[in-house]
């Protein structure tokens, strides 16, 4: 899911007949909730929960509707094997997804086929959108990347330069605290094993502050974070006031 190693333009791969049980096969581990993305099963009801509150209440959307999200143009960056994509496209959101590694958005192609499900899937980065001149979206969702990437407050002002005004952006991370050290990198990877060892670096990690003095100059303007919290009583992520460890945090362009 990270920005790295980024092909020199942004592409729509196909999928050669011969490669999709190869890329089916991968599929079926990206949406296997006992998998090694166990992790991104657990969180995705919370934050799907609160991404669907969030947008419905800024743009003034009926959130009893099947379709709420009919009419927007959504940006999935990072998009990995499709987790959030293809919830967003089910709730009626156009949805483009677009990630660093093929390999991801090929077994994204091949899920999303298979669900019967349209979502606009590019190999490539943000910055290359941006110099293919892509027409901006109401929704960019920049979820468990930004702490991947090289530069990111470059990563950052490109992503805001994508929203169209009026839309909004979010940014979901891992806050740089001691607590976050102890839980989500060496409890979820050395203890937990629900992460590969090494999946994340704690310098890597980025406070909330540091996004908001990254998007200064954006035209966005960023709230409150929100938490996203485990209990291990129940085994469930919920949202939370408590943004130490996990959070989600909204920055909102003016129309």
Not at 176 to 195: D, S
Not at 225 to 235: F, I
Request: charged fraction near 25%; charge should be negative.
């Amino acid at each position: 899911m990270a920005q790295a190693a980024a092909p020199e333009t942004i592409s729509r791969p196909s999928v050669d007949p011969q490669e999709v049980e190869k890329f089916s096969r991968m599929a079926a581990e990206w949406w296997d909730p006992d998998s090694k993305f166990k992790p991104l099963h657990k969180f995705n009801p919370a934050r799907l929960s609160w991404l669907r509150s969030a947008i419905t209440a800024h743009f003034g959307l009926d959130d009893s509707a099947a379709e709420p999200f009919k009419g927007l143009r959504i940006l999935d960056i990072g998009c990995g094997g499709g987790l959030i994509s293809e919830p967003m496209a089910r709730l009626g959101a156009s949805v483009t997804a677009v990630d660093a590694a093929e390999a991801n958005i090929k077994t994204a192609m091949v899920h999303a086929q298979e669900m019967g499900l349209a979502i606009d899937y590019r190999h490539g980065t943000a910055e290359q959108l941006i110099e293919a001149g892509e027409k901006p979206f109401d929704v960019v969702l920049n979820l468990e990347v930004v702490e991947h990437v090289a530069d990111p407050d470059a990563f950052l002002k490109d992503c805001a330069s994508l929203v169209k005004p009026g839309g909004m952006m979010v940014v979901g991370t891992i806050n740089r605290t001691p607590r976050a050290f102890v839980t989500a990198i060496f409890g979820a990877e050395w203890v937990m094993g629900w992460l590969p060892k090494g999946t994340h670096r704690f310098r890597k990690l980025v406070k909330p502050e540091e996004i908001r003095a990254a998007l200064t100059g954006t035209g966005l303007t960023p709230e409150e974070p929100v938490g996203v919290s485990y209990n291990p009583l129940n085994d469930q992520f919920s949202i939370t006031g408590d943004a130490g460890v996990n959070y989600m945090l909204a920055a909102k362009k003016a129309g």
